[in-house]
């Protein structure tokens, strides 16, 4: 398992039709490639959230086009697709007293490995946490 601090983009956008498709095409033009996403809603607008492979012209190029952008930073964990795997990390940064404000995942049924999206409450302390949990898992 790996765990690393990424830079997400949280976007706020209108919540019709369009709207995603337009900011995907934006980034694909600029050959930034989204490695993560996820979107929430409410009756108006919509945040696109997502993890891209290069944040800073990604920030850039959509501040352009004229959407707000917020960077958070979050963990990315790069680990084995197997029952049990998130809540083992969420107990693990539990007992350490962090919190996981959200996360999101996506793997393929067949895929040995998935990967995870959160936002804890301490990133450099709960980076530290899963760190130690890497080195002592063989």
């Known amino acids: 398992m790996s765990a690393e601090v990424a830079e997400q983009l949280s976007i706020f956008v209108a919540n019709k039709p369009g709207v995603l498709a337009n900011v995907c095409d934006l980034l694909k033009k600029e050959k930034l490639n ?5 979107t929430s809603d409410n009756r108006d607008h919509s945040i696109i959230r997502l993890v891209v492979n290069e944040p800073h012209r990604a920030l850039n190029l959509l501040e352009d086009y004229g959407t707000l952008v917020q960077r958070t930073e979050v963990i990315l964990i790069d680990g084995p697709n197997r029952p049990g795997m998130i809540g083992d990390i969420s107990r ?3 007992a350490a007293k962090i919190n996981i404000d959200y996360l999101y995942c996506a793997t393929a049924l ?3 490995l998935g990967l995870l999206v959160f936002k804890p409450s301490n990133v450099a302390k709960a980076l530290k946490v899963l760190n130690q949990r890497t080195n002592e898992t063989p």
Request: zero cysteines.
């Open 92 to 94: 693990k940064l539990a």
């Open 34 to 38: 989204i490695l993560a996403i996820t």
């Open 110 to 112: 067949t895929s040995k």
